[in-house]
């Protein structure tokens, strides 16, 4: 569940599909209100299956806090480092510094108000623990929501444990489930004694539904009861809950067919949601046609063994955490899990490659989207990598792949976090770490650690040298290019980005790290006072996206084009070109690039003569560069129309009434903020007639003020 956009107006949509099943539980619903209201930490607790999930919810979905719901699984979340990330992500956070993901929530949160549900935990209660007892001590405006089978244990944490459905309440659920399959079902005898057997657990209950196609429940109910003797020796009243619905679903497991269970088992191996072509791939063979897989998946889907998930990547489908825990036990058992984890890899690298490749067409926003959605997959298939010696290519390979997710999709600390650990290793296969180490230079320039994306980047160069791997060598050179951009050496940037332009020539490499190159090539031009030059490189990169579809590279040539138009006084034409780029970079969630438009759009709103405006957008970008890292690069020649912009703004205005304005924009999130800029109307006032080129500190403002060097595009290697 997300809710608004940081710091805009709440919006509670987005609500799991549990929402659309819920069932009663209108007096646990106004108690768990009243907790809310009364501390700021509740943890729901409760069974598995009992319906922890929907209950907290529905409550959360009832609130209203001024800075939105947001929810936080971590059922998919194994590795305790990814804890941090997967609520960074859960917000919808974008950060592109080296500070670690605690800082980055710690500094968005401070001065928010809303819910944080984390649903999921006890797997990870010792973590998760500590770092709500950090966000409650240092965000005041904060309350957490926790779900899980046990209590979290923090000071101050109120306990809300769960029972299972009153007779009643199962009894309408089941029959609420019966309709949807189009069966009609009486409120009998033998329902209620089903349910009554089941314990009320929700989970359990639908999937006793689930069998009703097959089964009638006097059926149903012989069979449960055979199977709790089995396992009991009658004794219904000494069962735990947890062993109830273990039962339940041990149960249903044994009334599927031989397929069935099969393919239950292997889905087990997926974290997260998954597409029918990848249970296709991942789980046929070995006694499952592959043409076969699509019936059995819907008999599970009918049986309540596996939910559907409409997505913007489509058609997705999930196991609930009980379900997918049990299907791995009888992976285990059958011997078969190491393949089935092998073929989840391969599908996985299998993927990343087609993405990569893919990053370089018209289905550049697609793949972004695909990318996220199979996120806790990849993430899978690279700890598998991890934890097999002989595979250690592998993941060299698939970390280095997602250099276009984590560059361009605001991904960089994760990104970061991968390839570090796969560069260490000795892989023996040389083509895969060099691949990884100029990707993990490129990633550490974007964050602004120019020490550590030097030492990955020579280290590159040098062992492509010995290895005689002319595609490393050009990349690892155009990176280096990108170094010596943002730290001011331009003779030194103009010259690398011209030779790796070469060689990408000589290997036939074309892509949006070519492009991208091209564009940073025009920047150094640009900053040395060629801005014919630069535009004339950036007219061709345009042509060549435009003819591609390639949107993200194509935005960074705008933005020099925009640069270009406003130093001819044509700002109409510059607005037009920079509210283009910023579109396109934040769709993409690219930071960088959308602060470098919102910054150049300041200076072409203080040259249209609307000061206040100006103020505004720079106190909104310098809110945005505390997520990208040092503002404006540290550059001079970055910095320069950033005070041009603040000069006029200040004679316009008064040093008062500039800084009230800047705190104004400061006070603005990124979205609003991008949204502030890209609504202003494009010919809403005059623009100056003839150029309107200065000179700030020494350093010409023929310079772009956006580099795709903290932002650049490789998509191959």
Known sequence: MRGSQPGGTPVNGNLPLELDAFVGRTAELAALARSLDATRLVTVTGAGGVGKSRLAVRAASRRAPRDGVWRVELAQVSDPDFVDYAVVDALGLTDHTTRPPRETLLAHLAERQLLLVLDGFEHLVDVCAELVGVLLREV????????????????????????????REAVELFLRRAAQQGLETADGPEVRELCRRLDGIPLAIELAAGRLRALPPEELLARLDDRFRLLTGGGRDALPRHQTLRTAIGWSHELCTPEQR????RLAVFAG?????????????????????????????AQSVIVREETSSGLRYRMLDTVRAYGADWLEATGDAARLRRRHRDWYLGLATWCELDWFSPRQAEVAVRVEAELPNLRSALEHCLTEPEEAHLGQYLAASLWFYWAG?????????????????????????????????????????????????????EEAELSASPTAVAYAEHRTGCLALVTDDMPRAEKLLRSALDRYQEIGELNSNVLMGQVELAMSLAFQGDLAGAVGLCEDVRRVCEDHGERWTRAYALYVLAYAAWADGDTSRARALLTDCLGSAHAFHDLLGS????????????????????AVLQGAAGRMWRSVGLPLFGSAYYNAPHELCEAKAREGLGDA??????????????????????????????????PVLRATAGVQTHEPAASRAHKGGETAG
Not at 262 to 265: D, I, R
């Open 595 to 614: 602060v470098l438009s919102v910054e150049l759009l300041a200076l072409v709103t203080a040259v249209e003569g609307d000061a206040a405006e100006a």
């Open 409 to 461: 999709c605001g991904r960089l600390s994760e990104g970061r976090h991968w390839l570090e650990q796969v560069v260490r290793l000795d892989s023996g296969h040389e083509d895969s770490r060099l691949k990884a180490l100029w990707v993990l230079g490129y990633v550490a320039i974007l964050q602004g650690d120019k020490v550590p994306a030097l030492a990955a980047l020579q280290e590159c160069r």
């Open 262 to 265: 099969l393919l239950w088992a």
């Open 140 to 167: 005041p405006g904060l309350r957490v929501l926790a779900v899980g089978r046990r209590p979290l244990a923090v000071a101050g944490e109120r306990v809300f444990p769960l029972a299972p459905l009153d007779e």
């Open 273 to 301: 949601q998954f597409d029918l072509e990848a249970v296709e791939y991942v789980c046929s063979g070995h006694g499952l046609v592959a043409d076969g897989v699509l019936d059995v998946l819907s008999e599970l889907l």
């Open 657 to 690: 009434r500039y800084e009230e304005c800047v705190r104004e924009g400061a006070r603005l999130v990124r979205d609003v903020a991008v949204s502030r800029a890209l609504e202003r109307p494009l010919d809403g006032l005059p623009a100056p007639r003839g």
